[in-house]
């Protein structure tokens, strides 16, 4: 393999720095090595590779003018694609939405822009970043570079794949239930999910606005850290970012040594939960506490209420967002059904014909559990249930500094597995969605394998407290 695949961000900054290698020698080997990789894993929904090249060449000029090089300047990065580059489709996998283009950028990619990131293209996902395999998708699923039968995870699957098979040195993704981290830990990199208001939404397709972060997906500890601190930040667009910073630690940890890492009983025996999976999430953490990391048990006694709270809370979130698709304002429509153009039949027929089975599905849960008689019973219900998660999180953390859970329950699955099993596909979710229902930072890192497929070890850390996995995550990779 060429050795510019190998790269990560911070070791192709330093050759880029040195003139030892170019962007454009970066990003053509990437191109080159995409075209034949993605017939098999088919992660991207849309390339750029021509905007790509051009984008190289400029920032050629840029270092031989000798104009200070920022971390991310000429590294190709893929997007998924629920997020908005101006000019560019952006489909979020939907037929609704499959010959719409954005109209301005994500603060994200304007940030990533101001960077001077090289953008590779859009990358598959499940339609509106609904399900955990990427085969919601409605185009085509993607592939699991590590094992092409099987799933790369979702929803955030091309992401993860295409950073997975070197097709780009980091990708962008969404989570709102673990759709960065789940599909992280299948392909085998490293995802990171910052604390809810840490990254602007600005411009990523609203799934469920108070759940939905965007994150990277990277090699290694090093470089989603490097990804962050170039994306994070408060935006006037999007009034639930804030300030980062707000940090509540009461000490600066810089090592494993000494730092009280808590394991949560019941993130260990839940139901579906593959022995050999623990076992290997287990010697990590033994590995951990060789080192002189202090394991201490806790007790997240609502976990097993996060998944039924998820399910009402995210739907009913959705089928409001997903309001706006409606024939009209954007894509898909079909206007002239029967020639007549009845408003309501042109809603009917754009959203039926526009939107996938899961989108349905979840449109009606979510109207159903918004719904006047019902709303006591099981909206209000699942936001009583969220807070005593977060209250679950706040007491835990008295005790400890990060908490340490496996990522999934089983490695990634074959290809058609739970494709027609919604139930079994949302009850994997379960080590995913506590982070979003508390708003906490949350990654996954690859932690070892079982029978060739990767593991996924999730750290949890405080509100605002990205550093801590930093820190504790590059000291992991270590061992
Ligand atoms: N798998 C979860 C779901 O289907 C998470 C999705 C996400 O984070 N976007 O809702």
Known sequence: MNDLLTLTIAS???????????????????????????????????????????????????????????????????????????????????????????????????????????????????????????????????????????????????????????????????????????????CGVVGLKPTYGAVSRYGVMAMASSLDQIGPLTKTVEDAELVFRAIAG???????????????????????????????????????????????????????????????????????????????IMPAEVSSNLARYDGIKYGYSVYDANGDGVLEEVYRRSRSEGFGKEVKRRIMLGTYVLSAGYYDAHYKKAQQIRTKIKDDFVRAFEKVDMIVTPTTPTTAFRIGEKKDDPLAMYLADIFTVPANLAGLPAMSLPCGEVNGLPVGLQYIAPWWEEDTLFTLGKAFEQL
């Open 234 to 312: 408060q935006d006037a667009y999007d009034a639930t970012s804030a300030v980062s910073g707000k940090a509540t630690a009461k000490k600066v940890l810089r090592s494993l040594t000494g730092a009280r890492i808590g394991v949560p009983k019941e993130y260990f025996s839940v139901e579906g939960m593959d022995a050999e999976v623990r076992t290997t999430v287990e010697q990590a953490i033994q590995k951990m506490e060789r080192v002189g990391a202090q394991i201490v048990e806790i007790s997240l006694p609502h976990t097993a209420h996060a998944v039924p709270a998820y399910y009402i």
């Open 12 to 186: 192709a900054h330093k050759k880029l720095a040195t003139k030892e290698i170019s962007a454009r020698e970066l990003t053509d080997a990437h191109i080159e090595h995409s075209i034949e990789k993605d017939k098999e894993v088919c992660a991207y929904v849309n390339t750029v590779f021509d905007e790509a090249r051009a984008q190289a060449d400029a920032i050629d000029e840029k270092i031989q003018f000798g104009d200070e090089l920022s971390a991310l300047a000429g590294i190709p990065v893929a997007i998924k694609d629920n997020i908005l580059i101006k000019g560019h489709k952006a489909t979020a996998a939907s037929k609704i939405l499959k010959d719409y283009s954005a109209p301005y950028d994500a603060t994200v990619i304007k940030k990533l822009k101001a960077h001077d990131a090289i953008f590779m293209g859009k990358t598959n996902m499940d339609e509106f970043a609904m399900g955990s395999s990427t085969e919601n998708s409605a185009f085509f699923p993607t592939k699991n570079p590590r094992d092409l039968s099987r799933v790369p995870g979702g929803s955030s699957g091309g992401s993860a794949a295409a950073v997975a098979s070197n097709q780009a040195m980091y990708a962008l993704g969404s989570d709102t239930g673990g759709s960065i981290r789940q599909p992280a830990a299948f």
